[in-house]
């Protein structure tokens, strides 16, 4: 099993940035992708960007493509989500979820998910 931990979220203003964190302990060795969603209130949960553990390969929704990077710090085993030039829309919880598989596009083949960390971007 692999523990995810994130941090990072706050309060931002509409333009602004924040940078998300994802710590990852247990198994990390076996991890093949990291990704994160969101869920804003009364919505679903949503993938937003992923990357390929080994590889550093990122990919992403295209709602954030320009906007977000996803990186990872696989010595430290910690994942990252830059998030630019954000919007009101933006405003979700954001999850950290790992898989020890496969590609993470859908949140049926997460394996493990942080608790998640609040973004609010304000207008």
């Known amino acids: 099993q692999v523990h995810l931990v994130e941090s990072g979220g706050g309060l931002v203003q509409a333009g602004g940035s924040l940078r998300l964190s994802c710590a990852a302990s247990g198994l990390t060795i076996s991890i093949v992708t990291v990704a994160w969603f969101r869920q804003a209130p009364g919505k679903e949960r949503s993938f937003v960007a992923g990357?390929?553990?080994?590889?550093?390969?990122?990919y992403y929704t295209n709602s954030v493509k320009g906007r977000f990077t996803i990186s990872r710090d696989d010595a430290k085993n910690t994942a990252f989500l830059q998030m630019n030039s954000l919007e009101p829309e933006d405003t979700a919880v954001y999850y950290c979820?790992?898989?020890?598989?496969?590609?993470?596009?859908?949140?049926?083949?997460?394996?493990?998910w942080g608790l998640g960390t609040q973004v609010t971007v304000s207008s």
């Open positions: 990357i390929s553990w080994k590889e550093g390969i990122a």
């Open positions: 979820a790992a898989s020890l598989t496969q590609f993470i596009s859908q949140s049926y083949q997460v394996d493990s």
